[in-house]
C-alpha cells in the first residue's frame, strides 16, 4: 500500500515540478521535489523499500528529461544506500538532518549531471542552490507528510 | 558503513554503465516503460489547480501567438526580398527551396531537471516521427528529436549543450562554425555559442546565423539567433567564440513543428 502511495507521490511531484514555473529571481531554476522524496524515503522506509523508491523516482526523472537514462537513478540509489545506513545514529525528526539529506541527495544528483556536462563555476553555484532549495522543500515534505500521516491514523 | 552498502554501490555502478550508461536496448526499453507510465500523469496537470490556471493562460496566449506566427509568415513569404530571391534562383536555374513539409505538435512537457534543456511533444513513430528530425517555429531552430515513442517525442532543444547544429553568418557566408547550447550556469535569457568561427571574420553584433546544412540534422537556411558578442578563444587563440542570442523565445514554447521531409 505504501508503495502504491509513494508511486503516485512520484508520478504526481513529477508532473508539478515539470509544469511549474521557474524560479526568475534564482536564475531561472526550477523547485525540485523529487530529490525531497527520495530523502524523505531514506530517512523513513525500510532499505530495500528506499532504494526501490530511489531508483524509481530516478528512472522517472530520467524518462522526463533529456539526462542520459538511468544518471538519476543511479545517483539517487547511492544516495539512499548510504542514507538508509547512516540514519540511526541522527535523529530523523530534527529538521537539519532532513535538510541535510534532502541537500545530499540533490547535490548527488547535481554531481551526476556536471560529470556530464562538465564543471564550471556557474555550475557549482547552481548545484548549491538546488542543493539549498531541496533542504527547505525535504523539511516540508516530512511536516506535511508527518501530519497527514497523524491525522489518517487518528 | 557495512561492506554490504558498498556492495549494493558497486552493483548499481556497474549496471548503469554496463545496461543504461549508453543506448542500448535495456536502457532504450526501460526509458519507454517510464515514459508511458509518466505521460499520462503529464496530462493530469490539466486537473491540478495551480497547473491548470497556468495552462489555461498559456493556452489562450498560445492561440493569440499562433495567429500572429500566420500572419508574420504571411509577411515573410510576400516579401520583396522572398520574390527577389526566387526570381534570382530561376534566373540561376537553380532548384527552388522548396518549403519544408511539417507536422505541427504541442508541447505537453518541458524539461523535469535543472541541468538539461528539453520537452515533450503530443507526437511520435504513429506520427511518422523519428529520432534526429529537426524541430522549428515561425522564428527558427527549436531543436531536434532525440527519443521517440509511438505518440510522443522528446525534443532537445538548442540551448542544451548536447544540441548542436553546423552554422554560418548570413552576411559573410564563409564565416561557418557550430552552434550549442551553454545553459549550464543560472541564466533566465538563454544564450548558444558558436564555436570554431575563424579568427579572421569580421563579425559585428545583430549579425544573423543560420544553420549551414551540414552534419545531415538541420537543413541548410534555418534561424538560428543573432550574434550578440564575439571574442578570441582564450585556450586555442585561434577561433572566436560567438554568443548568438537565439531568434526562438525558448520560454514561450507552446506549438512547434517537426520538419519530416
Redesign the interface.
Known sequence: MSFLIFTIST??L?????????L?W?????V?F?PALVAYGALTLPRGGA?LLALCVG????????????????SY??TA??LS??RETFDRDLPWVQMSAGALTSAAA?FA??CV??F????L??LS??AGLSAVVTVVLSLATDYWLRVTHE | ??RR?WV??GF??LG?IV???Q?TRV?TG??MI??R??TP??E??DH?P??HA??DLARQNGQLRAENETLRKQVRALGELGQENIRLHELLNLKTRSPFRTLAARVI??????????L?IDRGSDDGIHANMTVVNADGVVGKT?SVTRSES?V?LLI???CKASALIQSSRDAAGIVAGTD?????EPRCQMMFVDRKTRIKAGDSVITSGLGGVFPKGIPIGTVAGARLNPQTGMYLDVEVKPAVDFHRLEEVEVIVE
Open positions: 508520478l504526481l513529477a508532473t508539478i515540478q515539470a509544469d511549474l514555473p521557474t526568475g534564482l536564475g531561472g531554476l526550477r525540485e523529487l532504494l528512472f522517472a526523472q530520467d524518462s522526463l528529461s533529456a539526462a542520459p537514462f538511468g544518471i538519476s537513478a543511479l540509489g547511492i544506500t548510504i545506513s547512516v547535481s549531471a556536471l556536462i562538465g564550471s563555476i556557474g555550475g553555484v547552481k542552490l538546488l | 558503513m557495512k552498502n549494493i554501490i548499481l555502478g548503469w545496461f543504461l550508461g543506448p536502457s526501460l526509458r517510464f515514459v507510465l509518466c500523469f503529464v493530469l496537470g491540478i495551480v497547473v497556468r495552462r512537457s518541458r524539461d523535469i531537471s535543472n541541468w538539461w534543456r528539453s515533450q532525440i522528446r532537445l542544451d549543450p548536447g549550464t550556469a543560472l541564466r533566465t
